[in-house]
């Protein structure tokens, strides 16, 4: 089975900042990774799949990054409606895993 | 517009069994997977199975290989979830979600969740 490995777990930043959030996978995935947004009472969020190709609708401020064991997304200046959990997800091979997760807190 | 809409709140006893199901809408039911995740109270998400509702193909996590059964209805563009022998560490939100298309196995949009509860 694939682990990936979310850090920080917990990023405390502004409004208007720039946020990394780093996922790193026990072997090479390829580009097979996706990132979901979820807030609290909600069902997650697709933002990015393939590791850099935003999803239908998703701002222009959510990037991501990396190829084989690491990964980035990149939210270029937070809103106030990002702080949330923020999770990877990989599909390259059986069974599909999620990383723990890394939540972005207002500082 | 594309929808998936779950059944309701569950409580269930030890050992019983539970099943969730997954109405679709707004877009053609075999032309995307569906997968089911779930999530414990206050923990991340956990990958249960996948279904391709052309052909049925299924994936099962697992830990939880023998336990659930992932079905479809394609008459009423329905999936659903079956999980045994429930015990406490069951307790969590159920999600199912669709596919990107066929296998994709990127995720969106999903339901809304369906609480299952296993308290003796």
């Known amino acids: 089975e694939i682990v990936l490995t979310q850090s920080p777990a917990t990023l405390s930043l502004s409004p208007g900042e720039r946020a990394t959030l780093s996922c790193r996978a026990s072997?090479?995935?390829?580009?097979?990774l996706a990132w979901y947004q979820q807030k609290p009472g909600q069902a997650p969020r697709l933002l990015i799949y393939?590791?850099?190709n935003r999803a239908t609708g998703i701002p222009a401020r959510f990037s991501g990054s990396g190829s084989g064991t690491d990964f980035t997304l990149t939210i270029s200046s937070l809103e106030p409606e990002d702080f949330a959990v923020y999770y990877c997800?990989?599909?390259?091979?059986?069974?599909?895993?999620f990383g723990g997760g890394t939540k972005v807190e207002i500082k | 517009q594309v929808q998936l809409v779950q059944s309701g709140a569950e409580v269930k006893k030890p050992g019983a069994s539970v099943k969730v199901s997954c109405k679709t809408s707004?877009?053609?039911?075999?032309?995307?997977?569906i997968t089911w995740v779930r999530q414990a109270p206050g923990q991340g998400l956990e990958w249960m199975a996948w279904?391709?509702?052309?052909?049925?193909?299924?994936n099962y996590a697992q830990k939880l290989q023998g336990r659930v059964t992932v079905t479809t209805d394609t008459s009423t563009s329905t999936a659903y979830m079956e999980l045994r022998s429930l015990r406490s560490d069951d307790t969590a939100v159920y999600y199912c979600?669709?596919?990107?298309?066929?296998?994709?196995?990127?995720?969106?949009?999903w339901g809304q969740g369906t609480l299952v509860t296993v308290s003796s």
């Open positions: 072997q090479s995935i390829s580009n097979f």
């Open positions: 997800q990989q599909r390259n091979d059986w069974p599909l895993t």
């Open positions: 979600a669709r596919d990107l298309g066929v296998t994709w196995r990127w995720f969106d949009p």
């Open positions: 279904i391709s509702t052309y052909n049925g193909n299924t």
């Open positions: 707004g877009y053609t039911f075999t032309s995307f997977g």
């Open positions: 393939d590791a850099s």
